[in-house]
Each structure stands twice: as structure tokens, then as C-alpha cells.
């Protein structure tokens, strides 16, 4: 069972994003989506740090570092892009104007709590927490992109997230490298899984229970999806 | 692409029922969306909840909604010298909430930015506290202020480009650009729509995030 | 004891408003103090609905209805002005960055509180409110200017407001067509009289005792003031 | 007429003394005042309380502060990647209070605009909901955040003009523009300074009743 490389598991995200839809992408993997982005989706990126309509980055040595994403990575503008203060940023994302925050995660519970800014072990290192707590409260659907299962094996979906939590109920979506996995006030339901897996595989490294789609779609090795 | 414009006023305020909340920006004649005043008027509904900083006068204003005995709530900062919303406030047939316009328009932006309130200093001693939690901060006494929102706001722009982004014309920003933040569906009245690109990014007052319609009514 | 036109008193309030200061005239009789402004002043004039630096009116003909002030009436934008919306035009408010606002009030209380929205007595009138609570809560210093006695002759400075309060404790100066005053956590101080009245002919048509300050200044019948 | 114009980053930095508060704007290098930073570093100073976003990377940024011990405590949204302020945190000797970004802005126009507080739906249910007052608003809960203010904000702007008007560049506005209005004394840092008059009266970000000097110090 070979789950999608970062490319693949970034190019399924992208391919279900609504067109026309007002979306943020998480600082880390969740970045890489916008290089997946068919050109006419329409897709207007969110930026908190005071951007909408990022459009792609900039050629070397052609960089503003007066203008930067999230990640703090020189971008440019889009055409109809416009600048604002983070005060109107963080009201775009609290305030439920967003349609899609993509966030990347340590853990995510059954019920949609999201641990996804410490792992409650970094001995002497400083907290930080941006603004991914804001945009996991604020947008109308979170998406979760991540590793199936941490590096040691240990799964990421999770009955009860261990790690602190960034917030609680709010992950409608989990994109992993092996499955699609929708959060329904029931529990979880698999709606794609990895070709060549099996249900019972992919439950095998999941720490919740996972029930099936009506229909379940399969994920090829490249990230598309087909029924 | 995305692009938000419809073709008259009409098309502006379709969907909107009985009973509804709308936020209607401007302060007197400055960023009043008259287009859609008329067009709102015209649709034949009741027992509105409107929420703007004035009544009108007696002209192609708000005047015509309350004429048209379309309001059933008014939440208002200063409704003077507005004959037929006075009228209707003396026959019982509207209620007023009367808020300070600096109240008025920090509810509106609580509402639009996710807040479930703020604590302001305005009212603390007078009637306008009368109802609300006192909270203490820092030795000072504060009103807890609750969060607006509309289903629709409507407000008047000077130029959107076709994806929403909208600048106003000097001081009509006002209110504006507030409630456009604020309601399920914000329909913008302007002099004109343009390109994306053809806006100054760092002029931008609102962001086409907010906006949803856009259409052109050329100043009078 | 003849008391000061509006003129005269718009004059006066003029002509003690701290250069270089941020100032909110409010509607009514203290919008005339604009005319009384040195052109060297270097004052710049605040109004609620989202401009600083307010210029004269504009010539007839030329009127933008999209820039009033707060009165509704046309003005022009002095060069350095700015547009901004309203939740930031009550931020410089309710935040403290006005210097001064001058009201114009119903009733001024002994320790300041302030009545000059509603006499309380609008059969069948809406009650009507706009920014002038916002001025008298947030400016950092209050200044009142009205007639010293009400039409029927009743004092306006009185030892409690018995018309309902705009805010409480805010007054700092008030101007009369009689007397300046000043409040004071003592009580209410004569700082300057109209020309030919003693403290006691002012004392008997206020409703609050006044102390004499150090030195009391005459106020001329023009408005102008000398120690 | 005023005049906000000052000679240098020494001049808008006057004033600083021991144990006060300091806002300095920017989100990495983009608004980061780095000619007012260097200043500061030079006044000899300490015990500084800090809200910024971010703590320096390692260069001519809020490096330079820890790497002095000048700051006392941070609060702060994202000090990682913070070499030189993690060795003090490891040691000790200088205090975090971790804000989330969207609540670090709140908090500090909360305190610009006169607020007593706000209620943010962010962090409950979190280790940020620590210590902090829980409200529900229509079956929703929200935590009190309190206002932050400071001694001195310092920001990093564009253009100004001498009556302390500040435009910004693209996205350096960020905290900027808010930290602007929260603070006794403001200082900006810009490319250039014009004339009152030469800035588009639309496109002005921060009034200049926010601003108390200003001083020209080219981009590099």
C-alpha cells in the first residue's frame, strides 16, 4: 500500500477546490496546492498577513519582499489582487468569508478537533501559533491534507487528539496519502482510498473508526481521483 | 472567473423576503444606494428589519421605504428629521432601537469580523445601558455591545472591477464599507465596473471577498 | 448683563483652541467656530462620517454630496485630508486621539456630566442620537458652548442634569455667551466673565456654585478675551 | 502647521526609557521598521515589553533586541525560527505571552479604538482559553481578550506626508496600520516624505491624528 508523494496528495486538494472559491492555504504542504491549481479555476488566495488574489511567485531576482505569503516567501499579485491591514485579514477569516482553509495537522479526532501547532514536546524551543487557530475557526470548510500516519507509524486520525489543540469540531475534510475522509456528525466516513487498498488496510493505521462512502472513489498514484 | 456583476438593481435585491434584516449603507445622501432603494421598494415585501445610520429625508431615500410601510424594525443612529419614518414611529407601526453611531457601526463590524461582541465605553451612565451586561476592565466600566449582521447589505461604490473590489467617492465610505463585511449578501451600487487589474491594489476599500453583486448606476 | 452673539461665543471658542490640535466640532452652533479659525492655526478639523482635515465650505455650484460633514452640509478637503471609513472615524473618538470636541448641551452638570442629546420631553419624536455620545466619551478634552441660560430663562449649568445623560463626568470647559468655566474635581471655576458682570450677577443665573479662579479674564463683547 | 518631520531614527526614538511597552510592526521583513530597531538597540535601554508578530529571524531585525537583553517580555504570534530570543527564552530571562495572530490584532485595535475588550471565538477550548473570561453569546462561546496598548508603536510606511499622513507598500501594511493607532507615541519609518496634499486622500491608511513622527530612511 503506497500512499500519494507530497505532489500527488497536494494535486488530489487541488482538483477539489470549488471554482470561484475564496481559499487559504496553510503555511508548509498545504502551500504547494496552488502549483496544482488549473489555471481557469478561478480559485481568489487568501493570504493573512494582508493579500487577496496571490497570484504566482515571482522570477528570481524579481522578488518585493515587501510582498510575501504566509510562509513569508516572496508572491505576486494577481490581476484584481488587493492589500489590507491583518485587523480586516483575520475578520476575512473569523468572520466565515473564507470558503476553504486548507490546514496541515499532527492529529485530527473523530470528531473534528485539530491538533496542528505543537506537539506539546519541544523542550525549551517557543511556542508559536500565527494565525492557523484563526483561519481553523473562521473558514466555512476546513481541509486537512497530512501524512496518513506520523513518521513513527502512529496514526494521525485519532480517536481523541494527545497533542494541544488548535480547535475543537471544526475539520470537515481529511486529504491523507491514502484516503479521502469526510467528518459527519455520525463519525468518519471513507469516500476514496488509495488504489489497491482495501478498507480494512487503511483502517489498519487509522485510530478511529472508519466508515465507507455509499460509493468509495479510488485515489491513483498521481493524485486524480475517478469514481 | 469570478464575476459579480448583474445587470440593473433589480437583479441587485432578488431573493430578498419578508421579514428579512437589511443594512443600508450611507450618511444622508453620501454612499446611499438610491438605485436600490427603489428597486427594494418596488419588490413588494414587508416587516423589513433595517439596519442604517439615518431615516431618510423625504426624498429618493429611505423615505420611500417607510411611505411604502415596508419597515417593522429600525435600528438607527440618528432618525431626525425623517417626516415619514416619523410618521410611521407615531402610529406605533415601527420600532426603533436608537444606537449611537459609533455603537452602530462597531456592532456592524463585530458582525462581519466574527466577534460575539465588544465592550465599549458609550452608554456607560445613561439609557443606552439600560439591558446590557456592565463589565469591568481595569478599574473602568464597559457595555457589552452585541454583534450585527444582515442578510443583506446594500451600499453604494464608485468603482468595482467585475471579481467585487470595490472604492467609494470621498466621504460616502462611511458605513459602507462596514456593513459590506457584515451581511449574507452584499449588492453594490456604482458609477461603474471595470477589469480586475484596473484598480489600485493598495486602494482597494473593500475587498471583492465581501461582495456578491455589483452593478452600475451612474450618479445622478 | 448683555450676554455674546453666536458670533461672539464662536469667536471666543476659537480662539482657545490649542494650535496644531485635533479638533471635532460638533453639529449645530459649534460648526460656526470653523469660521473663526486664525488661517494659521494649523488646527485640523475631525468630522465623524470619515474625514480629517476638513477645508472651508465649498463655493455654491461646486458642492460634492459625497463629501459632507456631519451636519450633512457640503465642505472641501484641505490638502493633507483623508477619507476613511466609519468604524475608524469613531476609533479616533472612542480611542482618545481627538484633542478637543466642542458640543454644544442641553445641561452641564457641576462634576461634568453632560446633557445634550434629548430634553426628554419629544412627544411623539423619534429620539435621535448620532456621534455626539461618541465625541463626549472619547475626546480628550470636552468643551461645551452654549447660551447661558435655556429660552425660559432656566440655568443650563446646574448641580444635576435632570435631562438624560449624553455621558457622565466628561465636561472639562464650558463656554457661555457670560462666563468661561472650567470643571474642576472641586467644583466649577469662573476663569473669564462678560464684560460688566460681577461673579454674583453670573452666579445668579447658574444652577451650580461658582468659585472665582486666581484671576478672571473680561470677555469683550466681540468675543475677544483679556486677562 | 504641524509638522511630525523628525531628522533620523535616533530623533523618532527619543523618549524610550526602561520597562516600557513597544509595538513594532511588520510581519517578517515586510513593515519591519529595521533603521528604528537599530536605534533602539543603541539607546542603552532595558526591560522592554515587546508585541510584535514574529521575534527576528537572525539578521538586522528583533534579533538585535535579544541579542542585547533588552526585552524583558514578548507577546508574540510566531516566534519560531527566533535564534537569538530562544536562547534567552531558553535561559530564562525573557518571558512569552503566546497570542494568536488574528487576537494579537484585535487585542491592539481594541486598544486603539477605545474598546474595553472583544470577544473571539479563537481559542476556546485551547490552552489560550487559560485565564481568560468564557461568555456565550446566542448559544456560542467566546473568551474576553483584553486591549493591548503601548508607550511607543513603531512601523515602517512609505510615503508620509509632514502632517504625518503614511501610505505602505503593498504587503507591509499588515500590523502596521493598526499598531498605528494603539499607542502614545507612533513612530514611521518611510521611503520618502512630501508635501500635505501630494497623497491621494482615498488611499491615505493612517491619518495622521495617529502619528507623531515621522522620518525618511530609503529601503535598501
Redesign the interface.
Known amino acids: 500500500m503506497n500512499g500519494l508523494t507530497r505532489q500527488g496528495l497536494a494535486r488530489m486538494v487541488a482538483a477539489h477546490l470549488p471554482r ?1 472559491s ?1 481559499v487559504n492555504l496553510g503555511i508548509g504542504a498545504p502551500t504547494a496546492v496552488a502549483n496544482h491549481m488549473a489555471p ?1 479555476s ?1 480559485i ?1 488566495l ?8 496571490m497570484g504566482a511567485a515571482p522570477p528570481p531576482g524579481e522578488e ?5 505569503n504566509a510562509g ?1 516567501a516572496p508572491i505576486t ?22 470558503d476553504v482553509a486548507v490546514l496541515g495537522a499532527f492529529q485530527v479526532s473523530e470528531r473534528g478537533d485539530l491538533a496542528n501547532w505543537s506537539t506539546g514536546r519541544d523542550e ?8 492557523a ?2 483561519l481553523a ?2 473558514a466555512k470548510s476546513i481541509w486537512i491534507m497530512m501524512e496518513h500516519v506520523a513518521r513513527d507509524g502512529a496514526p494521525r486520525i485519532v480517536e481523541t487528539c494527545t497533542f ?5 469540531r471544526v475539520v470537515a475534510r481529511i486529504f491523507t496519502t491514502l484516503a479521502i475522509v469526510e467528518v459527519r456528525p455520525q463519525g468518519l466516513v471513507a469516500s476514496a482510498l488509495i488504489e489497491g487498498a482495501s478498507l480494512a488496510d487503511v483502517q489498519a493505521v487509522t485510530g478511529a473508526p472508519l466508515a465507507a462512502a455509499d460509493r468509495i472513489a479510488t485515489i491513483r498514484p498521481d493524485g486524480s481521483v475517478v469514481p | ?2 464575476n459579480v456583476v448583474v445587470p440593473d438593481a433589480a437583479a441587485a435585491v432578488a431573493g430578498l423576503r419578508d421579514g428579512q434584516t437589511v443594512m443600508v449603507g450611507g450618511f444622508g445622501g453620501a454612499g446611499l444606494p438610491r438605485a436600490i432603494i427603489v428597486a427594494v421598494a418596488a419588490l413588494g415585501i414587508r416587516d423589513l428589519t433595517v439596519i442604517s445610520n439615518n431615516a431618510g429625508i423625504a426624498g429618493d431615500d429611505l423615505s420611500l421605504w417607510f411611505r411604502e410601510r415596508i419597515v417593522r424594525k429600525l435600528v438607527c443612529s440618528y432618525p431626525r428629521g425623517a417626516a415619514d419614518f416619523t410618521a410611521q414611529y407615531r402610529d406605533g407601526s415601527v420600532e426603533l432601537e436608537l444606537v449611537p453611531q459609533g455603537t452602530l457601526v462597531e456592532r456592524i ?1 463585530a ?5 460575539g461582541g465588544i465592550l465599549s465605553p458609550v452608554g456607560v451612565d445613561t439609557v443606552f445601558a439600560q439591558g446590557k451586561q456592565r463589565v469591568a476592565v481595569d478599574g473602568r466600566d464597559y457595555l457589552l455591545e452585541l454583534p450585527l449582521r444582515a442578510d443583506f447589505a446594500f451600499v453604494r461604490g464608485r468603482v468595482a ?3 467585487g ?1 470595490v472604492t467609494y467617492n470621498k466621504a460616502a465610505r462611511n458605513h459602507c464599507a462596514v456593513m459590506a ?2 451581511a449574507d449578501i452584499v449588492a453594490v451600487e456604482v458609477d461603474r465596473t471595470v ?3 484596473a ?1 489600485d ?2 486602494a ?1 476599500v473593500t ?4 461582495v456578491d453583486r455589483v452593478f452600475a448606476s451612474p450618479a445622478p
Open positions: 470561484d475564496f481557469d478561478g481568489i487568501h493570504s493573512e498577513n494582508g493579500v487577496l488574489h518585493d519582499w515587501d510582498l510575501i513569508k499579485l494577481a490581476e484584481g489582487g488587493a492589500f489590507f491591514d491583518s485587523a480586516l485579514a483575520f475578520a476575512m477569516m473569523r468572520g466565515g468569508h473564507l525549551g524551543e517557543p511556542p508559536a501559533i500565527g494565525g487557530i484563526d475557526v473562521g494541544p489543540l488548535t480547535a475543537a | 472567473m469570478r463590524r458582525g462581519g469580523a466574527g466577534l472591477d467585475t471579481l473590489n463585511t457584515a477589469a480586475p487589474g484598480l491594489p493598495e482597494i475587498p471583492c471577498i465581501f
